[in-house]
């Protein structure tokens, strides 16, 4: 029954059973859908995958993380997509550069407070810069980590605004950038001050890169990213009615049909 289904959706997608299957294989392993929803969701990560020149197992992986991480039921698996659609479309990377390496930094931001679609935005604003990616998601872990475990500077400052936790700053400034912003502020956007606040080179470049233009890039962008929660359903309705992707369907189909008379 699994193998019929896999041909099914290899004919109506247009990617390779081996491929799609590989793709069902890492959502069950991931555990993020139940099992009766693994082939809707690998579906979704699929037409996902084509509209960014990805492999279904990547774009599996990304949504898992990302899921998984913010504790989020299968129903959200479009909006999930249509953001990452939209990350990859704003910044300068590949959906297969962060589809292991994004859980690295989505707990984190998830404990924190910080919204999936401001980490992304972040993330695409980092890698416009000519961050590559995974050092993008290094950064902001870095970042991040700092919240979390401040120096005895950053929770000094914490107490002079009547917070306690990174926590409690991210929801008392409105964010990630609205921190980010309260500390440049308290530091005159010193980068020596910065530096003994942080501790550490990778937060210290992270934070800098975010509040590139004092934040208004990644602001910017997270308004197109929070507004993208149908983009790669959409671009792949485009995508599907091209004579390119029926010619890719059809040859497709005819290797699916060749391979069910070899057996």
């Not at 896999?6 to 139940?34: C, H, R």
């Not at 809707?40 to 037409?47: G, I």
């Not at 950064?139 to 306690?164: D, S």
Request: charged residues 25%.
């Amino acid at each position: 029954r699994q193998t019929q289904d896999i041909l099914n959706l290899s004919n109506a997608i247009g990617k390779a059973p081996t491929d799609l299957a590989e793709g069902l294989y890492q959502t069950l392993s991931n555990q993020v859908v139940d099992a009766g929803e693994a082939l809707n969701f690998t579906s979704e990560a699929a037409k996902l995958a084509t509209v960014t020149s990805a492999e279904t197992g990547d774009a599996v992986n990304a949504l898992s993380s990302v899921m998984n991480s913010y504790g989020l039921a299968a129903s959200e698996a479009e909006h999930i997509s249509g953001t990452l659609f939209k990350t990859i479309e704003l910044g300068r990377l590949r959906l297969s550069e962060i589809a292991n390496v994004i859980g690295r930094v989505t707990p984190l931001t998830s404990r924190l407070g910080i919204s999936w679609e401001e980490t992304a935005a972040a993330i695409a604003t980092m890698t416009r810069q000519g961050v590559r990616a995974d050092t993008a998601i290094t950064q902001l872990r870095a970042v991040t980590q700092k919240l979390l475990k401040p120096t005895e500077g950053i929770k000094n400052l914490y107490r002079e605004w009547g917070v306690e936790t990174g926590e409690e700053a991210i929801e008392a400034f409105g964010g990630l950038v609205g921190v980010l912003q309260k500390l440049s502020e308290e530091t005159g956007g010193n980068s020596q001050e910065m530096a003994e606040l942080f501790r550490r080179v990778r937060a210290i470049v992270g934070t800098f890169g975010i509040l590139q233009d004092d934040g208004k890039l990644v602001a910017d962008t997270l308004a197109e990213i929070e507004n993208a929660t149908t983009a790669a359903t959409e671009a792949w309705e485009r995508f599907s009615e091209s004579d390119a992707q029926e010619l890719t369907r059809t040859m497709q189909q005819f290797k699916n049909e060749m391979l069910a008379l070899g057996k």
